[in-house]
C-alpha cells in the first residue's frame, strides 16, 4: 500500500512549458491531476476537481496568474499556488497573494522538489496526513494509517502500515501539531492514539518497563517512568482494561 501522491494542476499557456512541468512533476513522483491553456480554463476546472498545488504561469493572454491566484483565494478549498515564470519583478506581490514559492524559468528539478515540499498537506478523511519523500516520490501518509514517530539523530522515523519515513521536523514539533491524535510515550517517542491496543504490565510491578502495543505491530514500544501516569490516563481515557 503507498502513500497518496501530490496532486498538482499545471496552468500555462505554452505547450512546451506544460510538457517540462509533466515531464519534471513525474521525476519528483507528483500526480499531475489536470493542465489547462489559460487561467479561465483552470478555474472552471477547479470548480469540479481537487488539486493540492496549482503550478501557474504569471503572463497568460485573459486572466493573468495573478489575477487568477486572487479568484481561485474564494474557493473552499483553494491549492497551494506556486507561480512559474521568466520573469522576477512580480516575486514580491505573488507572495503577498500568499503563494509557497516562486520558480524562474527553466525550472530545474531539485528546485520544484523544494517547492513542493512547502505545499500543506491537504486534509484527509481522517483528519490530516504527513507529507514525506518516499523512493524519489513525495507522498501524503494519512495520520490513520501512522502507527508512530520516534527521534532518531537528525530526524524523526515516522512507522506506517505503509513502511518507514524520514521527517525533517522535530518530534517537539510535530507533537503540536497532532495535538490530541498523539500521545507521548518516551522523550524521543510519539504513538498515534488511534492505533493503541494494551499497556503491557512488567513483571516486577514496578514503574519501570511498561509497554504499549500498537496495532499491526509485533513489538511493543516502552514507556518511560516519567510518561507512564499520562499513558496510564490514556487508556483509562479509552476505556482499555489493564492486565
Not at 187 to 210: F, I, K, S, Y
Request: aromatic share 6%; glycine share 8%.
Amino acid at each position: 500500500m503507498d502513500g497518496v501522491a501530490l496532486r498538482v494542476l499545471l496552468v500555462d499557456d505554452e505547450p512546451l512549458a506544460r510538457l517540462r512541468l509533466r515531464q519534471l512533476l513525474g521525476d519528483c513522483g507528483a500526480c499531475v491531476a489536470g493542465e489547462c491553456a489559460s487561467a479561465e480554463s483552470a478555474l472552471a476546472w477547479l470548480a469540479t476537481n481537487e488539486a493540492d498545488a496549482v503550478l501557474v504561469d504569471i503572463g497568460m493572454p485573459g486572466t493573468d496568474g495573478l489575477a487568477f491566484s486572487r479568484h481561485m483565494a474564494t474557493l473552499p478549498r483553494p491549492p497551494s499556488v506556486i507561480f512559474v515564470t521568466a520573469h522576477d519583478q512580480h516575486a514580491v506581490e505573488a507572495f503577498e497573494l500568499g503563494a509557497v514559492d516562486y520558480l524562474l524559468k527553466p525550472v530545474r528539478r531539485e528546485r520544484l522538489v523544494r517547492a513542493l515540499e512547502r505545499v500543506p498537506a491537504r486534509p484527509q478523511p481522517s483528519g490530516g496526513a504527513f507529507r514525506v519523500r518516499g523512493r524519489n516520490r513525495l507522498l501524503l501518509v494519512p495520520y490513520d494509517a501512522a502507527r508512530f514517530l520516534r527521534a532518531s539523530e537528525k530526524y524523526v522515523e515516522l512507522h506506517a502500515v505503509t513502511g518507514m519515513y524520514l521527517l525533517d521536523e522535530p518530534l517537539v514539533v510535530l507533537e503540536a501539531r497532532l495535538g490530541p491524535l498523539a500521545l507521548r510515550i518516551h522523550r524521543n517517542c510519539l504513538v498515534m492514539r488511534q492505533a493503541l491496543r494494551g499497556l503491557l504490565r512488567p513483571g516486577n510491578n514496578t514503574d519501570e518497563g511498561w509497554l504499549v502495543q500498537l496495532e499491526g505491530l509485533d513489538e511493543p514500544l516502552p514507556v518511560s517512568r516519567r510518561q507512564l501516569a499520562h499513558v496510564k490516563q490514556a487508556f483509562e481515557g479509552a476505556r482499555h482494561a489493564f492486565d
